[in-house]
T-cell receptor, first 114, second 116 residues
Framework: DAKTTQPPSMDCAEGRAANLPCNHSTISGNEYVYWYRQIHSQGPQYIIHGLKNNETNEMASLIITEDRKSSTLILPHATLRDTAVYYCIVRVAGSGAGSYQLTFGKGTKLSVIP | DTEVTQTPKHLVMGMTNKKSLKCEQHMGHRAMYWYKQKAKKPPELMFVYSYEKLSINESVPSRFSPECPNSSLLNLHLHALQPEDSALYLC???????????????FGPGTRLTVL
């Protein structure tokens, strides 16, 4: 799986958009970009994933550059409950119930400030 | 029900004790995982079970012994642990999101283990 680089920490004012960057310059054509977050002392939580098109769901938007070497997770209106460590993970998809593990990097600690 | 449950929430054990961690999911997921997370570090994979068979063991010491009695249940048996094994132990199960094979993992809340 391709390696990712994220800033170790970011601050965001409550109510503003939080934009979390991720570099994955060695990504392969069949690798997807996944985002998870981990609120303090809880298990990680899936947020969103994408291959090359921008994606949006009820939690966030994912913007992937045209060359796919970087991406940005956008939380449109950050709240205090969004304070967490955000992990960007790049990996292949797979079928069936195979052993498709997640390899977590250090992630970005997002602090939402009142 | 999109929940992975883990018991106990907290566990304190001595180095000579034997204890077990339990993980349960009723979502029909056929791949389940154990991760270990030290403080201020990302989760690290320990074991993967696929269709109740151990498919990955990330060179975990034998004092950790996983067991998958059925498709809903995953145990982690602990024996003769060291203080450095104190960590948050997370269980997860894999859910396929799309026909292209993209997937997600549902994580439990973890068991906070302290070894004295």
């Amino acid at each position: 799986d391709a390696k990712t680089t994220q800033p170790p920490s970011m601050d965001c004012a409550e109510g503003r958009a939080a934009n979390l960057p991720c570099n994955h310059s060695t990504i392969s054509g069949n690798e997807y970009v996944y985002w998870y977050r981990q609120i303090h002392s809880q298990g990680p939580q899936y947020i969103i994933h994408g291959l090359k098109n921008n994606e949006t769901n009820e939690m966030a938007s994912l913007i992937i550059t045209e060359d796919r070497k970087s991406s940005t997770l956008i939380l449109p209106h950050a709240t205090l409950r969004d304070t967490a460590v955000y992990y960007c993970i790049v990996r292949v998809a797979g079928s069936g119930a195979g052993s498709y593990q997640l390899t977590f990097g250090k992630g970005t600690k997002l602090s939402v400030i009142p | 029900d999109t929940e992975v449950t883990q018991t106990p929430k907290h566990l304190v054990m001595g180095m000579t004790n034997k204890k077990s961690l339990k993980c349960e999911q009723h979502m029909g997921h056929r791949a389940m995982y154990w991760y270990k997370q030290k403080a201020k570090k990302p989760p690290e994979l320990m074991f993967v079970y696929s269709y109740e068979k151990l498919s990955i063991n990330e060179s975990v010491p034998s004092r950790f012994s996983p067991e998958c009695p059925n498709s809903s249940l995953l145990n982690l048996h602990l024996h003769a642990l060291q203080p450095e094994d104190s960590a948050l132990y997370l269980c997860a199960s894999r859910y396929q999101l799309t026909s292209a094979g993209t997937d997600t993992q549902y994580f439990g809340p973890g068991t906070r283990l302290t070894v004295l």
